[in-house]
């Protein structure tokens, strides 16, 4: 509605003035009128290659002191995991990586709120997949500011002994937030902070948690995932300069 907007944030090429669903409806049958026909990208070859993980390209581990490559750390996770898995998606920075390395058996077992991107919105969601499926693992990736904003619920978990494993990925901040200021030349100090220790919180309520600062520490989280008796939270301080993909 605002002819002003266009090429405020990001460079525009061609600029298309009008109400988003009247605008939509003209497209497509415009589309309709020429006998447009597209494949799409669900094709058998899309699928085999999701399927056996090739559609991933391989990466160079970037850990640093004390702060794990979460690409790494995803892949890790991955090959731990039960197959039969619901996977609950907070938004923020996190997901970015979360989503493109941890996989689920169907479309119903991955749960992505998107409450106008509110972060900490995706822990009521989790624990009511919990309660739902009693009978497999329900994943929660977070990020630090989201189960900050969401902590509390997660006594609930604990009360009910729910097969609930939330992964924090703790960047030290809203990791969106900072790198966008930082590319922008703007103070990012105030989306950056030091965040608590989230396993000592989960300690605190009577959950299982165990902390991963180096590679060298996911190893260990192994037989706590399959030994889980009730909810299991773990604590990862991972890297934020990584790219979505090695160049």
Known sequence: SDPEAFGRV???????????RLAAAALDAELARRGHRATGYRTSDVAARIADGSALEPFRDMSEPNAVDPRTLMSRLEAMLPRDRTVVQDGAYNQRFSTTYLSVPDARSFILPREFEALGSAMAQALGAAVARPDRLTLLCTGDGGFMMSSADFDTAVRHRLPLLVLVSDNGGFGAEVL???RWGLPETVPAYGSPSFAAMAKGLGAASATVRTVDDIAALEPLIRDMNGPLLIDAKVALEVPFKDS
Request: overall charge negative; hydrophobic content about 45%.
């Open 10 to 20: 990001t460079p525009v090429d061609v600029a298309v003035q009008g109400d988003t």
């Open 180 to 182: 966008m200021l930082r």
